[in-house]
């Protein structure tokens, strides 16, 4: 089994900073591409934040450029999102992804429950 856990959301006002964890455990051979999606009140699709690659390459979606920051562990399996000058707008239900292969198995998504990032005042 594979499980990714999440931590460090919370009540944040515009302009504050929050940090978010996402740790995979489990039968892991290697771990491709990480990133965090994010999916605001019920209705709305989950959209994409950010990536980052085993390698260390990252891609942001245009709204959260120059304000969040993706990072890696690859040592600990754990995926990062810094999220500075937080607005009202990123105030969604945060979800990390992980492209992951075990043994004996073809590599496939995972996902972490999700974590409530909430930006106001």
């Known amino acids: 089994q594979v499980q990714l856990v999440e931590s460090g959301g919370g009540l944040v006002q515009p302009g504050g900073s929050l940090r978010l964890s996402c740790a995979a455990s489990?039968?892991?051979?290697?771990?491709?591409?990480m990133g965090w999606f994010r999916q605001a009140p019920p209705g709305e699709e989950r959209e994409l934040v950010a990536?980052?690659?085993?390698?260390?390459?990252?891609n942001y979606v245009d709204p959260v450029k120059g304000r969040f920051t993706i990072s890696r562990d690859n040592a600990k399996n754990t995926v990062y999102l810094q999220m500075n000058s937080l607005k009202p707008e990123d105030t969604a239900v945060y979800y990390c992804?992980?492209?992951?292969?075990?043994?004996?198995?073809?590599?496939?998504?995972?996902w972490g429950q999700g974590t409530q990032v909430t930006v106001s005042s």
């Open positions: 990536t980052i690659t085993s390698g260390g390459s990252t």
């Open positions: 992804y992980a492209f992951i292969l075990r043994r004996n198995s073809a590599g496939k998504p995972y």
């Open positions: 489990g039968s892991i051979v290697s771990i491709n591409t």
